[in-house]
């Protein structure tokens, strides 16, 4: 037995401690199966070893299994090359010893992640998934599992992960052997600048006499700048003692991103919230909300008095000459060091789960997503598509049928849209590759370069993607009937007011059009009469938060405008009528409607008979079909934005910008992408309509005005119905 950097072998636990310096190159060739259904013993998720090619795009291969003899070959068999991915050696040990096939993949189809994992070294920062929650940890060595009887035996490996807490001690303070945890536990390989303040490492080797111990790259790709040094632990100084950083390039006020930098050398990044000087201090502080949780921090109070609100274990308060600004986002000095993330073959995204994933509960949402590197990353002009995707996929459950298709049944690109939509749900971030890779695939060269209108964008995902009819069925005045998947507003300026609402411009459009719904739609996603950037009819549109389309059903039936009865006429003519609340649909049973029409500026109007479904009774109350608005998507000069509803509460509103900031330069930048929680959005719209109309825009908070000037698609969906893949009409629930 060796120790230090050499390895050492306990050959009776089929356990061996492998050196985390150097990986063994092996000539064999590894693969992991993708796709297709099973063939003599091969199936989505299974690890082989390539025994042959047959050259009829065939690999003649051995099967490894799960459990306490994966390492031994099961099997052999023909398989696919088209159906396999390839693996080194040190990949097919690490996810060999992941049980899961689905676990395999899904790690398999986080590149940057993996590739992250495959290089770790002693002494890294870790992340685990843990009973107790996602804790931090440090790497101790990379364990090799399984005895080696033959040569066609393949050793697993793990990973020996010592916890670490806030206040300098280990969770378990009791000599104990250390857990072995799979790759698959791993869910983040923090980069030096992100380890969380609290963080201390103790009797950390970095292997050899003054080489630095550098973190790797992050599974939250581009993310980092250069790396930084990690100091080993020197002496027990609190945590909280800082260093002061050199002379800031500007001042640094509420809103500044800043960063500060411990004793330790540990780097943390976050916004400041509250500047003054605190009860018994005498010099200027900060209130930084932090980017990361750190254990024992607050939620905005420091010693018994709020300064601040955000979310716990997020506020850090010190002295504002300990701050500088962020380093991530600055370049007032030259970088000596480029972080470059591992190079990595590019996997088939559009492998991805087998289990779909449910949107993501309200209770969840805030946590999943807010931030900054959340939602979708923009990349050239990405935005309408980022937008669009997420205000569909995050939440809402109204097309979250596109996930019930059997795997083997869809289309690659419906497969790549899953995969993005199950990273999304559960991880709350898409890197900008992801959805390139699904853009490319559109059909049209201009979708991956170009900017795009968010509706020549939601017809192809619709029709090309997920093969769904089209999800209106509309029915014009001559009796015929044409699909859409949205629906645009189209009117004169003059039927409107200063600032419309959605239902007045939804009514009055169908009206003055003289069309109908044939059925109840499941999703509805309605245009506003403006044109990018170039045309916009109103300078503000309110949204109607709940929309009623009961009189625009067609063959359904509908109230008396006048005394509640049952409707037999409609009349166009009467819209606009001053009298008669103007832009309100007008139907009339068979007594108001010759009253009305006795007056003299109506007699030369046309009602005409409404169809109704036959046996419906005179004095029976009528239902009201009714749809709730779940997204708005903006346009402001040509870049998209969404508001997203996540849930029942009214305040439960989520702003997303996929480009809402910017790391370095064009050619060799990055877009940071945002999610912001936005509760203002429903104290606004929970006001009575008459406090809505009559509501100064400009006076509004900022995000709400931007989504009152700059709203252009309005997505309501129906409680009732959910979106059918198979036919025509929504399928009733």
């Given amino acids: 037995m060796q120790t230090g950097n050499s390895t050492f072998f306990i050959s009776e636990g089929g356990i061996s401690r492998s050196s985390m310096e150097t990986k063994a190159v092996s000539k064999d060739r590894f693969f992991i199966v993708l796709r297709g259904k099973s063939r003599k013993g091969f199936c989505r998720g299974c690890i082989g070893r390539v025994e042959s090619d047959t050259g009829r795009g065939e690999l003649m291969g051995l099967m490894y299994g799960c459990g306490s003899i994966a390492g031994s070959p099961k099997s052999g068999g023909l398989v696919k090359e088209e159906d396999t991915y390839p693996l080194t050696r040190h990949q097919a040990q690490l996810l060999l010893y992941i049980s899961s096939p689905s676990k395999r993949l899904e790690l398999l189809c986080n590149p940057q992640l993996f590739a992250a994992i495959c290089e770790l070294s002693q002494g890294d920062l870790v992340v685990m998934r843990h009973k107790s929650g996602n804790l931090p940890g ?3 060595n990379l364990m090799q599992i399984g005895k080696k009887d033959k040569k066609e035996d393949l050793s697993m490996l793990g990973f020996e992960v010592e916890f670490l807490e806030n206040e300098n001690n280990l969770l378990s303070k009791k000599v104990a052997p250390l857990p072995i945890f799979t790759a698959a536990d791993i869910i983040q390989v923090i980069p030096s600048h992100a380890a969380p303040l609290g963080l201390h490492y103790r009797d950390i080797k970095t292997g050899s006499p003054g080489k630095k111990m550098m973190m790797r790259i992050s599974s939250m790709p581009n993310v980092g700048t250069s790396p930084r040094r990690i100091r080993e632990k020197q002496s027990e100084q609190s945590i909280i003692n800082y260093q002061t950083p050199s002379p800031s390039p500007g001042p640094l006020e509420v809103g500044s991103l800043v960063e500060v930098v411990n004793n330790q050398g540990i780097t943390v990044y976050g916004v400041i919230r509250w500047m003054g000087i605190p009860e018994g201090k005498t010099d200027t502080w900060a209130g930084i909300e932090l980017d990361i949780e750190v254990k024992g921090f607050s939620d905005g109070v420091y010693k018994e008095r709020r300064y601040f609100t955000c979310k716990g274990n997020s506020a850090l308060f010190v002295p504002i000459k300990k701050c500088s600004p962020d380093s991530r986002f600055v370049s007032s000095s030259p970088v000596t060091e480029t972080f470059k993330t591992t190079e990595v073959p590019s996997v088939p995204l559009h492998e991805d789960l087998e289990e779909n994933t449910p949107p993501v509960p309200e209770s969840e949402a805030v946590s999943r997503f807010v931030g900054k590197m959340k939602g979708i990353q923009g990349h050239i002009n990405s935005c309408y598509l980022d937008a669009t995707l997420f205000s569909l996929f995050s939440s809402s459950v109204t097309v979250d ?22 990273r999304l749900r559960r991880q709350g971030f898409v890197p900008a590759e992801i959805v390139m890779n699904f853009r490319k ?13 968010a509706e020549e964008f939601i ?14 069925k509309l029915r014009s005045a001559g009796g015929t009937s044409q699909g859409a998947y949205t629906l645009q507003i189209f009117l004169e300026k003059e039927q409107m007011g200063q600032t419309p609402t959605v239902q007045l411009l939804l009514d009055t459009s169908c009206m003055s059009s003289d069309i109908k719904f044939e059925t109840m739609p499941s999703c509805l996603i309605i245009q506003m009469p403006r044109c ?5 009819m109103f300078s503000h549109i309110l949204p109607t938060t709940e929309l009623d389309i009961t009189d625009l059903l067609y063959n359904s039936p509908r109230e008396c405008f006048i005394c509640g009865q049952l409707a037999k006429f409609e009349c166009l003519q009467c819209l606009p009528d001053s009298k008669l609340q103007p832009g309100k649909i007008k139907q009339y049973c068979s007594t108001c409607n010759t009253q009305v029409h006795t007056h003299r500026s109506r007699c030369s109007h046309s009602p005409r008979a409404l169809a109704l479904p036959e046996g419906v009774a005179a004095d029976v109350p009528l239902q009201r079909h009714t749809m709730q608005l779940f997204g708005v998507l903006c346009i402001q000069t040509s870049h998209y934005v969404s508001f997203v509803k996540y849930g029942s509460d009214s305040h439960s509103w989520l702003f997303f910008d996929s480009m809402a900031d910017r790391y370095g330069d064009d ?15 429903g104290d606004f719209l929970s006001q009575p309509e008459e406090e809505l109309t009559r509501a100064n825009p400009a006076l509004a908070p900022e995000l709400v005005r931007r989504l009152l000037c700059d709203s252009y698609m309005f997505l309501y969906h129906s409680p009732e119905t959910s979106v059918s893949k198979t036919g025509n009409d929504p399928t009733l629930v």
């Fill in 401 to 422: 049928a596109i996930c019930n298709k059997p795997a083997d049944n869809e289309q690659p690109i419906t497969c790549i849209l899953k995969s993005i939509v199950n």
């Fill in 441 to 453: 695939k559109l059909g049209c060269e201009t979708f991956s370069k170009n900017e795009k209108d």
């Fill in 532 to 536: 990018g950037k170039k045309f916009k």
């Fill in 138 to 140: 440090v790497v101790k």
């Fill in 459 to 472: 017809t192809v995902l619709f029709q090309k993607v997920l093969c769904i009819e089209p999800l209106l």
């Fill in 667 to 681: 050619q060799n930048g990055y877009n940071i992408p945002e999610v912001r929680a936005c509760p203002e959005l």
